[in-house]
């Protein structure tokens, strides 16, 4: 919709809500569990060069050790500083850029501490099972209760 200046409105998005508070830290996450069976048959998988599985698959376990647990900073320049050994920003952006790219199944959300950063639906989910099944101590670090993690 355009408006007399000649600027065109743009309705905002709604982002997805991330449901695990960014207080919330896993102590010792060791393992979570991870449906394997449902990774073999994706099409990630079935389709993506074998360095595209490996940064994916990099990423997802990093993701373990962010804040909010599970999540990734929403910025391709940091993400490729993170992995090891570094990538160039401009391989990272190339490699995301393939139908079955590094951030596949990825998407923007916004955190209960009003940052914006990147989920995947399968991490969320294990975290979220791996919480409420009690398989692993965790802390605060604000003054939540268990009920705010979730």
């Known amino acids: 919709m355009a408006s007399r200046s000649g600027l065109t409105i743009v309705q905002p998005t709604t982002l997805q809500r991330y449901p695990i508070a960014a207080g919330t830290a896993l102590d010792h996450l060791g393992s979570i569990a991870w449906e394997f069976r449902q990774y073999l048959q994706s099409d990630l998988r079935l389709n993506a060069s074998h360095e595209i599985k490996g940064i ?4 997802v376990q990093m993701a373990q050790e962010q804040t909010p647990v ?3 900073p929403n910025d391709h320049v940091r993400l490729a500083r993170m992995l090891q050994p570094p990538l160039a920003p401009e391989h990272f952006d190339d490699l995301q850029s393939r ?3 590094i951030l596949h199944g990825w998407h ?3 955190c209960d501490d009003g940052t914006i950063r990147l989920m995947h639906p399968e991490v969320t989910r294990a975290l979220i099972e791996h919480i409420k099944c009690g398989r692993c101590r965790f802390h605060f670090r604000s003054k939540r209760s268990k009920q705010d993690v979730l």
């Open 56 to 59: 994916w698959f990099d990423l």
């Open 70 to 72: 599970g999540t990734l």
């Open 99 to 101: 139908r079955f790219g």
């Open 108 to 110: 923007e959300c916004l």
